[in-house]
């Protein structure tokens, strides 16, 4: 984890108080809510369809359990109880009081934690792979780089009124988690032939009204360079980038319009300017942000140790074992992945209880440190195997050991028409329903992995362009319809999927989702097929065939 200095416990200090004051002359009517609504965007509050939202920003997925611990209080002390975290490593309080936003704002301050530029026409929260640091498969820890990226944008003069929000993801594994092709730029750490240390740029991803997968405009970029790069980068869009027109105002549309070729001529003609100036990082600067990063003092520790061999003869401990344990770099230590995603709950929610647990079990077991993947679960990254079936235990006490993770009930999804004042229908209660149809577990693992998204508008805040089963809210004469797509993905081999056919009303998707996935069944080559290879293999067709029939 990243410690924070001196100076950015003052900055955040007086951050808030001058967000105290804004909310003063609003309450006393000196503020029309005209005038508020942008200084109220620079701190992360929206007014959504029934009261004010409060997006909380995670750099790069980390948290501390104090920052969790304090995330919690203020669910419970100011919100209903409970935080709903998002796919861009954020989580957002839904029905905090006007009044309550500064002391909320406040307490949080206090552990370092904001909501500075988590909306606006700026750079938002640099997100990156939910096990950096931990997985063995990474060229490096791309949070240090993600820290270099916060560090560089917060407040950044000039990219602080861009033509529109502009999100970087980094991902330092050959497995993208961080669906980086789908974002405004794209980062893959990696190393070339001589053994140096570099990024693949790509630019122009995004979802939304005008989904785009990103291009690559640089194979390798050397990583002192990474500043004066992204700054080209900006440059160039800030400079061409559309601002008369709200949709068409993303850097994906003037990477698509002007080619990624010539986009990629202009950085270079604007890097080739700037790349030896004071944005080259040292060998020093990268070593200085790398020691304020705190790494647990891992123990010599014994693989498969005697404890996890006799405990994974309880079939259910086996069960969530092989669900959500993963491999970690450090012998005798593993990955979990805690599924916010029990059958019949909202997606991606957690209360303040459930937070209390899960920090507490990073105390415990985790050296105090929790993750936020953009799957909308959360993660411990740095667990003893040893310590594995008690932290079962305690998980599964607190609801939060569902094995669901990458099945087809681990549902990311939006909050939609519930609290959306954009959504044209809901995804809460879809994706809750379906939950219910795949509630039976043997049933999902032999499904295999399959990721459902859903979203409650064009916007896409639940990425259904790159879901294997996309849903799509829409309105038709002020009734809620879905359109599904099939075969997309957000990984490394990220693509957009393909329309299956006419939308559907809200009572049909359900049934419709379970048609489809009947259907896979039926027509995968074998068990080990996944879902999103039968699609790539047959195409939508056999699927539109059978399901529009039934329907």
């Known amino acids: 984890m990243y410690v924070y200095d001196e100076f950015d416990r003052a900055f955040l200090a007086e951050r808030v108080a001058e967000f105290r004051d804004q909310v003063e002359r609003r309450l006393s009517g000196a503020l029309s809510e005209d005038e508020f609504k942008p200084l109220r965007l620079m701190n992360g509050v929206y007014l959504q369809l029934h009261a004010y939202m409060l997006r909380v920003a995670i750099p790069y997925g ?22 709903h975290f998002t796919t861009r490593q954020n989580i ?119 989904p785009f997968v990103g291009k690559s405009i640089r194979a390798f970029l050397p990583a002192q360079h990474l500043l004066s790069y992204i700054e080209a980068i900006m440059r160039v869009y800030n400079q061409y980038g559309r601002r008369d027109n709200i949709y068409k105002a993303r850097i994906k549309i003037l990477v698509h319009e002007i080619g990624a070729e010539e986009f990629s001529k202009a950085v270079e003609a604007e890097w080739e300017a700037t790349r030896e100036g004071a944005l080259h990082l040292t060998d020093h600067i990268v070593a200085d942000i790398r020691s304020r990063f705190l790494y647990p003092a891992f123990e010599a520790r014994e693989d498969q140790p005697a404890a996890l061999v006799e405990a994974l003869k309880d079939e ?110 809901r995804a809460i209660p879809v994706a809750q329903e379906i939950a219910k149809r795949f509630s039976d577990l043997d049933r999902s693992r032999g499904i295999g992995r399959l990721h459902i998204n859903i979203s409650g508008c064009i916007n896409a805040c639940g990425h259904h362009h790159v879901g294997h089963i996309g849903i799509l809210g829409v309105e038709k004469n002020g009734q809620e319809f879905y359109q599904i797509t099939l075969g997309g993905r957000a990984d490394e081999n990220a693509q957009l999927g393909t ?27 074998g068990p080990d097929e996944l879902f999103i290879d039968t699609v790539g293999r047959l195409g939508v067709e056999p699927f539109k065939e059978r399901v529009y029939a039934a329907h």
């Open 92 to 210: 957002q309080f839904n029905w905090i009081k006007l009044e309550d936003l500064p002391d909320a704002m406040a307490a949080l301050a206090e552990v370092g934690v904001h909501g500075i530029q988590t909306s606006g026409n700026c750079i938002r929260n640099v997100t990156t792979d939910q096990w950096a640091g931990a997985t063995p498969e990474e060229f490096d820890d791309p949070r240090i780089w993600a820290e270099i990226l916060r560090q560089y944008s917060t407040l950044h003069p000039e990219f602080t009124y861009l033509p529109r929000k502009f999100k970087i993801a980094i991902t330092a594994a050959p497995k993208d988690r961080a669906a980086i092709k789908v974002h405004d730029v794209g980062l893959r750490l990696h190393r070339n032939e001589q053994g140096e240390l570099g990024f693949e740029v790509l630019v122009g991803g995004g979802l939304g009204r005008t």
């Open 316 to 425: 259910r401990f086996a069960t969530w074992y092989a669900n959500s344990v993963h491999r970690h770099k450090v012998p005798g230590y593993a990955i979990v992945t805690v599924s916010l995603k029990p059958i019949g709950a909202p997606p991606g929610d957690a209360t303040a209880d459930q937070m209390d647990v899960v920090a507490d079990l990073a105390d415990d077991y985790g050296f105090r440190e929790i993750r936020v993947g953009h799957e909308q679960n959360l993660c411990l990254p740095n667990v003893a195997q040893a310590d594995l079936p008690a932290l079962w235990r305690r998980l599964e006490a607190a609801g939060l050991a569902t094995p669901n993770v990458n099945h087809v009930s681990d549902i990311i999804a939006c909050p939609g028409l519930d609290y959306c004042a954009l959504a044209n229908a």
């Open 499 to 525: 329309l299956l056919g006419p939308a559907v009303p809200y009572e049909q998707v359900p049934g419709l989702i379970e048609d489809v996935v009947d259907t896979y069944m039926e027509l995968r080559a």
């Open 62 to 83: 980390t948290l501390s359990s104090d920052q969790l611990r304090r995330l919690a209080y203020v669910g419970r002390t100011y919100d209903r109880g409970y935080g």
